[in-house]
Structures are given as C-alpha cells and as structure tokens.
C-alpha cells in the first residue's frame, strides 16, 4: 500500500467546555493538514485552544465534532499515534542521560547490544558525550530539552508533536536550541507540528505556518514559508523575513470582533 500523502489531517475539529454560563467553545472548526516529513507551526494568542487541539490529536480528550486522521486513517480519539514533546523535559531521573537514550531506542523495537552503540553515537550528535553518564538533574534546562528531543525523534510514532519546546528557556538557549533542532531535524526529516509563541521561531524552522484566532479559535491564515533549506539564523535579517514577521504580529493582534 502507498504512502497516505497526509501524515496528518484535521477534519473540522471543535471542542467546547461545559461551564458553569453554558458550553464554552474553544476551538471553533479547526481544519489543516500536514504532509509526510512537512514541519509546520500553530501560533495563536494565548488561551486560543493550542493545547487543547494537541490532546485532541492525541487522544487524550474527547472531541466535539470533526475528525483526525493520520497517515490515512481515521485515528480519532484513539491514543498512541504520536511521539510528544512537551515544554519541561519528563526525563526518568533515575536513568542516566545514556540510559534514556537506549531507553528510547529499546522501545523502538532496537535490540540491547545495538541500543548501546547507537545510544553512544547519538550521544556525539547532540554534543552530549561527556554527560552520558550523568543524571538529568545535573544537566541544564537546555541540555535537558535536546535528550527530550531525541526521544521524540527516535519513538516508534513517526508524527511528532511539539508543544512550546523552549518555552521555559531563556532567550539565549532558546536561540541556541532553535539552530540546534534546526540542523537535527534537516538532517532527520520527520513530520511535526509545533506549537509556539515565538514569530521568529515559527518563521525560523517551518515549512508552512498556521495562524489562530482567539478563542474559538479558527484559522486566520496559512503561511507557506519560501526560505530555502538548510535554515541559517542569519535569515533573521532578511527583509522578508521581517516582512512575514509583521504580518503574523498583524494577524496576531487584530481586534476580536
Ligand atoms: N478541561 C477544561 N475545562 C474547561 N476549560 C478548559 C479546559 N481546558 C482548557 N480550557 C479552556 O480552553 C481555553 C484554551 O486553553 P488552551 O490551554 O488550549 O489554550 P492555549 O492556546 O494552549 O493557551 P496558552 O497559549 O496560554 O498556552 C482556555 O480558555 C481554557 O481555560
């Protein structure tokens, strides 16, 4: 059987929340797809549902209408589909930073022996090897987030969602992690979604972008990002760059009628 050209595709999702004044709708007919080994980018206000569409394409919660689909199924409600990033990196603590790596590719399906020699080479890739045998908690909020990533990449779940990945960092590693992914991801291609807050970012790392409107949330624009790969950060003074920037910051800021 062929390849389903989406790897993901979202049907006219909705979501409301039973409140105490009635239903409250948060997600207003939501419908975008994704192609295979495509990396495209939700930006939205805050409280304009983004979280809440990651639960529903994992399964998590329950939706109030439409569809989701992946890799030409119809996968709604149903969990296990995706390999999940989230803002603070869920280490296990008690496994050192090689240990989760050959945790991550066990659960793969890669064997003991070959986990280990994979696990170390990985280890070079993401500038690691000399904290392979640290715990987490020794490692910083960045380092933390790059063995977070890896295991995304690595699980058995071809989509991957990314939920504010640097959000919880500062601005200067936050930058260093995007150039990081950037060249990770380039070299590893893998369908994602993304959720950020960051224009730049979004304008930084996607093949195309989604814009949202405040709650309920719709789709108020689709940006197909025209910059060549491999990404440079110097892109971050091209004038188009800037030019796109604007007109997300416009999109984003629209008075709600
Ligand atoms: N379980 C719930 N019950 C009731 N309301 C909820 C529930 N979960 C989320 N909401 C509401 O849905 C809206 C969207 O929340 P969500 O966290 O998805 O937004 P977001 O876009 O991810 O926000 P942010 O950008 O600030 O992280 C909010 O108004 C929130 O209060």
Not at 8 to 33: N, T, W
Not at 139 to 148: A, N, T, V, Y
Not at 222 to 235: D, N, Q
Request: proline fraction near 5%.
């Amino acid at each position: 059987m062929s390849k389903a050209q989406w790897a993901l595709e979202l049907k006219d999702v909705r979501k409301s929340f039973e409140s105490r004044g009635g239903a409250k709708e948060v997600l207003g007919g939501i419908s975008l797809s994704v192609r295979d080994g495509e990396f495209v980018s939700i930006i939205g206000p805050s409280g304009s549902g983004k979280t809440t569409l990651f639960q529903l394409i994992g399964g998590l919660a329950p939706l109030s209408g439409g569809e989701v689909w992946m890799d030409g199924r119809n996968t709604t409600g149903h969990r296990g589909h995706i390999a999940y990033m989230p803002q603070q990196a869920s280490l296990m603590p008690w496994r050192t930073v090689r240990g989760n790596i050959e945790l991550a590719l066990q659960i793969a399906g890669i064997d003991r022996k070959q986990a280990r020699a994979k696990a170390t080479d990985w280890l070079a890739r993401i500038e690691l090897d000399a904290y392979a045998d640290s715990y987490p908690h020794a490692l910083s909020g960045g380092m933390q987030q790059r063995i977070s990533f890896l295991r995304a990449l690595l699980s058995p779940q071809p989509f991957m969602l990314l939920d504010e990945p640097f959000g919880a960092l500062d601005a200067l590693t936050r930058q260093q992690m995007q150039q990081w992914l950037l060249t990770i991801w380039e070299a590893n291609r893998r369908s994602v979604l993304l959720v950020t807050h960051s224009i730049e970012e979004a304008l930084l790392l996607s093949d195309r972008i989604i814009v949202l409107s405040a709650a309920p949330a719709v789709i108020v624009d689709e940006i197909v990002v025209p910059f060549a790969r491999p990404r440079k950060e110097s892109l971050w003074t091209d004038p188009q760059f800037n030019a796109l920037k604007q007109q997300i910051y416009e999109q984003l800021h629209q008075p709600t009628v």
